[in-house]
């Protein structure tokens, strides 16, 4: 039956793409999805009060993604970290993820910030906050990710206080972490990142610590959405320094690599594409990039559309998209950020998705969508 949205009919799909199930953890490539966390859509709160998680459903979403071979990454940006779930709330889900992963053997790495640091703080704040949070993840018995500090941006007066920094956090690490480059189309408040605006002179602070400390460095995440100067960090890396891609614009690219070199991945969206991308690294653990690029090149449309600016609100159709495949009940966000996407702009992300055939259902997704015009857009 023919949907009418707001750029016009559309008759959704009646089957969704045939994918193989699930299995063993992707060969070729390490993986991880970051993840989002699922709202308790009655709790009675106030916008200024700590985020309801529904722990069961976001639980099960990640076992979703282990299920399918992926790794977790965990307490990261795309689980609204500084936008909605507070320093208190992260440490939970930290703490359930990698219990819920040992259980299951699943792989994850967790993000380590300083979002307990509410307002100005000094380094040496900064470096404890950091310790804590290290400490936390750590003990969990997950990797660590050594996330970008908004709050170490707003102290430092220079690389060499990232250097500084940096460098005793390493040395502190027990194992090998991957250190996070979020650029400021993610977080405007990280502009300046490693002391510069001037990303050549970022990028040079960035490598200068990373062969430092390589036997403490497994890898670094780079979010920038820019493939070449991505493609430009990789190759200047110390042997054994792996490059995971931030970039949800460049991703099919970048992870089939060329004769030099490929990026593995660490990708908000491969939350909605999960079994699809799996899929894709499975068939490029076979040595067809071919068949991997015929996959995951149809996928760059949707998740353009789903980071476009203001890209720091790409969460709310990843949870859009969740909510439409069926993986849970509901289209509330912590920090009701389910408002922060237009019902066109959502209504176009169902569009591009169902042509893929994401949906395990496409029916519940196209009845969910004809709800959610309803409440929001009425009748015409």
């Known amino acids: 039956m023919t949907i009418l949205l707001p750029q016009g009919p559309y008759e959704p799909r009646t089957e969704p793409l045939a994918l193989p199930p699930g299995g063993a953890r992707l060969a070729s490539r390490t993986v991880f999805s970051a993840a989002h966390v699922v709202a308790d859509p009655f709790a009675d709160i106030s916008p200024d009060e700590p985020a309801a998680v ?46 819920e992963a040992k259980a299951v053997g699943g792989a994850i790495a ?43 941006a707003a102290a430092a007066r220079g690389p060499e206080d990232y250097a500084e920094l940096y460098a005793h956090l390493l040395r502190q690490a027990s194992e090998p972490v991957v250190l996070h480059w979020l650029g400021p189309m993610f977080d405007p408040a990280l502009e300046g990142y490693w002391g510069s605006s001037d990303l050549d002179v970022a990028t040079d602070t960035f490598l200068k610590i990373i062969a430092e400390h390589p036997d403490k460095v497994d890898g670094i995440k780079i979010s920038l959405l820019d493939a070449a100067r991505e493609i430009d960090v990789r190759r200047r890396l ?62 760059v449309e949707l998740s353009r559309h789903l980071f476009r600016t203001p890209t720091r609100f790409y969460k709310t159709g990843v949870v859009f998209l969740a909510w439409l495949a069926g993986h849970q009940d509901h289209f509330t966000m912590v920090g009701g950020l389910q408002s922060a996407r237009s019902l066109p702009h959502l209504a176009k992300a169902y569009e ?26 009425g009748t015409r």
């Open 54 to 99: 529904d722990w069961d459903a976001t639980l099960a979403f990640r076992r979703h993604l282990w299920s399918h071979g992926l790794g977790v990454a965990e307490a990261m940006d795309t689980a609204q970290r500084g936008m909605g779930l507070d320093w208190a709330g992260a440490a939970e889900l930290i703490r359930r993820s990698a219990a």
């Open 110 to 152: 967790c993000g380590v910030g300083t979002d307990q640091l509410t307002g100005p703080a000094t380094l040496a704040e900064v470096r404890a906050a950091y310790e804590e949070q290290l400490a936390l993840v750590e003990g969990s018995g997950a990797q660590a990710i050594l996330m970008a500090s908004r709050a170490l």
């Open 238 to 299: 110390p042997s054994g320094v792996r490059c995971y891609t931030g970039d949800d614009f460049n991703y099919p690219e970048l992870i089939a690599g060329d004769d030099r070199g490929f990026s593995h991945a660490l990708l908000g969206i491969f939350d909605p594409l999960g079994p699809l991308a799996a899929h894709a690294v499975r068939v490029l653990d076979t040595g067809d990039v071919q068949g991997f690029r015929d996959l995951l090149d149809p996928t």
């Open 352 to 377: 591009l998705a169902d042509r893929l055939g994401l949906f395990p259902d496409p029916e519940l997704a196209a009845s969910r969508m004809r709800a959610l015009l309803t409440v929001q857009g």
